[in-house]
């Protein structure tokens, strides 16, 4: 199984400013099939980026991923009040498994 | 537009099977998309339960898959998870979702609202 780990675990940011988020595997991923999610409380997870850099549809251009082998990363270029949520990252190459989440707080 | 519904018991006792069922309005379970389960303990990240294709193609995670069945009803455009002998460590917000391809080593674009299934007695 490939392990998912996010850092840091959590986030605290001002509105405006850019947040970077890391999800390192335990081993490559393959195809560089990474996804990134967003949670906000009491709410199912949102697609935000496929395939490592792909943004979902209606994701805006402030946030985008890159990355490759076992290091990832999601950047939001200006926070907006509403990105202060939980992102999790999750591999589709070998098997599927999550990272245990980054969550960006005020 | 797609949309999934959970429903199912909510409390369940110690040892017996944890039964849900999502329910796919607004698009066809039979489109060649694979579907799946993920659940949330409280507070805490996401574990990926199984995916099913209609055709009855299944993935398990191998930490669950001694306890895990999914099946698919077409007829009713629906697709269900038992899980058996639970404990507490089964109390979680589960997830049904639709993945992103005919293939179930995608991401998921779709997931329903979510229900809380407590493990008590």
């Known amino acids: 199984e490939i392990v998912l780990t996010q850092s840091p675990g959590t986030l605290s940011l001002s509105p405006g400013e850019r947040a970077t988020l890391s999800c390192r595997a335990s081993q490559s991923v393959y195809g560089n099939f990474l996804a990134w999610y967003q949670q906000k409380p009491g709410q199912a997870p949102r697609l935000l980026i496929d395939?490592?850099?792909n943004r979902a549809t209606g994701i805006p251009d402030r946030f985008s991923g890159s990355g490759s082998g076992t290091d990832f990363t999601l950047t939001i270029s200006r926070l907006e009040p509403e990105d202060f949520a939980v992102y999790y990252c999750?591999?589709?190459?070998?098997?599927?498994?999550f990272g245990g989440g980054t969550k960006v707080e005020i | 537009q797609v949309q999934l519904q959970e429903s199912g018991p909510r409390l369940v006792k110690p040892s017996e099977t944890l039964s849900l069922t999502c329910s796919v309005s607004g698009f066809s379970i039979t489109s060649g998309y694979y579907w799946g389960w993920i659940r949330q303990p409280p507070g805490k990240g996401l574990e990926w339960i199984g995916s099913?294709?209609?055709?009855?193609?299944?993935s398990y995670n191998a930490s669950l898959k001694s306890r895990v069945t999914i099946s698919v009803d077409t007829s009713k455009n629906q697709f269900s998870l038992r899980l058996t002998s639970v404990t507490a460590a089964d109390t979680a917000v589960y997830y049904c979702a639709r993945h992103g391809s005919g293939q179930w080593l995608t991401s998921f674009q779709q997931w329903g609202q979510g229900t809380l299934v407590t493990v008590s007695s």
């Open positions: 099913i294709h209609h055709t009855g193609d299944t």
């Open positions: 395939v490592t850099s």
């Open positions: 999750q591999q589709y190459g070998t098997s599927l498994s």
